[in-house]
Nanobody, 124 residues
Framework: QVQLVESGGGLVQAGGSLRLSCAAS????????MGWFRQAPGKEREFVAA????????AYADSVKGRFTISRDNAKNMIYLQMNSLKPEDTAVYSC?????????????????WGQGTQVTVSS
């Protein structure tokens, strides 16, 4: 079992920045690939970013490429999502997720463990 807890969400103006954090506990963190997903009201959950076990490989949705950066600190059992140049369309609940394995995973159905999510609201 892996427990995930997100933090760092909030209200920010367009063009601003936020850094989301996800704390993991329960199993050997470095055995898990990690991802960030988001869900806006009335929309399906969508992939945002993913990172492999070591942090050496990452993947991003086209809509956030160049603005968001995913990273991890295996010594602290943490992953992060640095979000810059935020847009109103980035408004959503952001969740981190974990899947056992070493490669980058971008599809939500492959993830087994999920956090409760943190709200990000970008005002225009």
């Amino acid at each position: 079992q892996v427990q995930l807890v997100e933090s760092g969400g909030g209200l920010v103006q367009a063009g601003g920045s936020l850094r989301l954090s996800c704390a993991a506990s329960g199993r050997t963190f470095s055995n898990y690939a990690m991802g960030w997903f988001r869900q806006a009201p009335g929309k399906e959950r969508e992939f945002v970013a993913a990172i492999n076990w070591s942090g050496g490989r990452t993947a991003y949705a086209d809509s956030v490429k160049g603005r968001f950066t995913i990273s991890r600190d295996n010594a602290k059992n943490m992953i992060y999502l640095q979000m810059n140049s935020l847009k109103p369309e980035d408004t959503a609940v952001y969740s981190c997720a974990a899947v056992l394995g070493v490669i980058v995973v971008t599809t939500p159905y492959e993830y087994r463990y999920w956090g409760q999510g943190t709200q990000v609201t970008v005002s225009s």
